[in-house]
């Protein structure tokens, strides 16, 4: 599609701007590492083609915006999904999005992957007024300094460690909670280019369990296939594929559920702490609103839930997929671009009673 050279208040950056915009995001770590280290992994490694934005009076308004947001967009639209950054200090920033009508159809149904609360409050209290933005929570959590002196189990003798192959793609992508936004080719990139890590049987080459390094820096998509769980695996992943983003020269962190007590647990042992808030929204402007999914079906957003409707409780569940006889399951163990929104009738009671076995894992796999 045809790339948009300049907006109402924004401006595309040439790559050879790229290294100085990274210095300028690293006075406001940590606030700034997701989005900083997208640009540090596009620049080192190619992982995606994004376009990056920054505001006319950058770096006096130090707001920043890439598209697309994700990997699979509507219509293969990569202006409907975007990340932005902008320093919690000086927040007043983002209103500039207010009437940035040329990169942004307000129009259209928009997703942000998980941002910084502050920045996504102030959204809201423009977007409030023209639509409803639809919220999942995830708290960041970084790795400074890993705990090297954690000692593990050693793995089974009919089981082994090591990176991932090209075969393992599918599989992975198939199973990943979150592959209505991410797609199948990016994948076979990260598994080609960036450090991923399985566990496999020795006997049958079974891969067991999983971890992969993002394209903006995270390290995501963990999960243990049942007949695997409580043997460690879980957090003998997270160590050592920490260890090899550190290598790297990248700054580990992960999203957690804040209600996920397991892989928070799991993350601190191995020396990651808190940084900040960020949620994942999906936009709908009213002007949408009676229309329902199937309004853009054939696209990323296909299997997106519909808004809730007045009296509906918006609450998050996690996605139960369709069971193949003779196909084992994974359960996502790491919290981490795992959750979507449903409209769901239930209470707050029944929701917690029906949560799906992708909420486990972590707690059982120490």
């Known amino acids: 599609m045809e790339i948009i050279p300049e907006g109402r208040h924004f401006r595309l950056v040439h790559e050879s701007e790229l290294p100085e915009i990274l210095v300028t995001l690293e006075r406001y770590l940590p606030e700034s590492l997701k989005f900083h280290q997208t640009i540090k992994t596009y620049l080192n490694d190619r992982i995606w083609d994004f376009k990056f934005y920054v505001a006319k009076d950058w770096p006096e308004k130090p707001i920043i915006l890439h598209f697309p947001g994700c990997t699979l967009t509507p219509h293969n639209n990569i202006y409907q999904t975007f990340g932005i950054f902008c320093p919690s200090a000086q927040i007043e920033y983002v209103d500039l999005m207010r009437t940035e009508d040329v990169l942004i159809d307000w129009r259209k149904p928009l997703y942000l992957n998980f941002t910084h609360i502050a920045i996504m409050n102030r959204l809201d209290e423009f977007y409030s007024k023209m639509g409803v933005m639809e919220r999942l929570s ?3 959590y970084v790795c400074n300094k890993l705990n090297t002196d954690l000692e593990l189990e050693p793995l089974p003798d009919d089981a082994e460690m090591r990176l991932l192959t090209l075969e393992n793609v599918q599989g992975i992508h198939d199973l990943y909670p979150a592959n209505e936004i991410e797609s199948v080719k990016l994948f076979d990139i990260l598994v080609r280019v960036l450090p991923g890590l399985g566990i496999y049987r020795k006997d049958t080459n079974e891969l067991a369990a999983w971890m992969v390094h993002s394209y903006y ?32 020269g990248y700054t580990p962190f992960v999203v957690i559920r804040p209600q996920n007590d397991a892989s928070r647990n799991l993350y601190t042992k191995l020396g990651y702490v ?3 808030e960020t949620c994942r929204v999906r936009m709908t402007p009213d002007c949408y609103k009676d229309s329902t999914v199937g309004t853009i079906a054939n696209t990323s957003f296909a299997k997106f839930p519909p808004l809730p409707q007045d009296g509906d409780e918006l609450c998050v569940v996690l996605p139960v997929r369709k069971h193949i006889p003779g196909e084992s399951q994974a359960v996502d163990d790491e919290g981490i671009e795992d959750m979507l929104a449903e409209k769901c009738d239930i209470s707050n009671d029944e929701a917690r009673e029906r949560k799906t076995t992708t909420d486990e894992g972590i707690g059982e796999d120490k």
Request: net charge positive; aromatic share 10%.
């Open 138 to 140: 995830g708290d960041i």
């Open 274 to 276: 808190k940084a900040y």
């Open 217 to 248: 820096g995270a390290m995501f998509s963990m999960q243990t296939r049942p007949d695997y769980r409580r043997m460690g695996y879980g957090i003998r992943l997270a160590k050592s594929l920490t260890q090899l983003v550190i290598e790297r």
